[in-house]
């Protein structure tokens, strides 16, 4: 079993839609959750990242994460073509100095208008 | 903007013929990754620096080599490029802030 597990799609859903994007994963020991978003040809950009379990909201994007399940998601509203790019969840032990990310292989979500 | 520029862009070589990549941070983050990601693959780490030493990934072939001369500078060479090194090669930053991995755009690697 892989430490992370991301449904690489691809995802299409129409402009306005609510996306769901979602990772499980295996250690226990992660105790932070990231989101990248990451246009063609460009670097990974860091979207939102959480520490607890529950629901962190910034904007359109809504961060949660279940540890008791090994579950975190990545919910968009009111999608947008621009939001078309592959997301990457990403999970750590700790923050601050060196910290090893153990990556999902990437969701490719297509918003058409 | 504090940010991780990464030059150039994209970068051909030819098979065997030795090539270096740039990454340079404006954010003062002591710890630099550098990362191989190929096309519909999360990127993986091939070493970092944590300040001045050096941490190489087990699986991280002896063709990859680094250099770092100072905080803010950081080189990934590759000695003898194979047609399987082709990707792009993602350098990134880390720091003391609590912040998680901050990324460059990248260089895309082709091999003639």
């Known amino acids: 079993q892989k430490e992370v597990e991301q449904d690489p799609g691809p995802l299409s859903v129409p402009e306005g839609a609510i996306v769901s994007l979602n990772c499980t994963y295996s250690n226990s020991a992660f105790q932070y959750f990231m989101w990248y978003r990451q246009y063609s040809r460009k670097g990974p950009e860091l979207l939102m990242y959480t520490y607890s379990s529950g629901n962190k909201e910034d904007g359109r994007f809504t961060a949660q994460v279940d540890k008791s399940s090994k579950y975190i998601s990545l919910f968009i509203r009111d999608s947008q073509p621009s939001d078309s790019a592959t997301y990457l969840c990403a999970m750590t032990y700790l923050l601050s100095g060196y910290s090893t990310l153990t990556f999902g292989k990437g969701t490719m979500l297509l918003v058409s208008p | 903007d504090a940010m991780v520029i990464q030059n150039p862009r994209y970068q051909v070589t030819q098979f065997g013929k030795p090539v270096t990549l740039s990454c340079s941070q404006t954010?003062?983050?002591?710890?630099m990754y550098w990362y191989q990601q190929k096309s519909s693959q999360a990127p993986k780490l091939l070493f970092h620096?944590?300040?001045?030493?050096?941490?190489n990934e087990a699986d991280t072939p002896d063709n990859f080599q680094s250099r770092r001369p100072n905080t803010s500078f950081c080189f990934l060479d590759i000695r003898s490029p194979g047609l399987g090194d082709a990707a792009m090669y993602l350098c990134a930053t880390s720091g003391r802030d609590n912040q998680p991995q901050h990324f460059g755009d990248g260089t895309r690697l082709s091999i003639l």
């Open positions: 620096y944590y300040d001045k030493d050096f941490n």
């Open positions: 954010l003062n983050h002591n710890v």
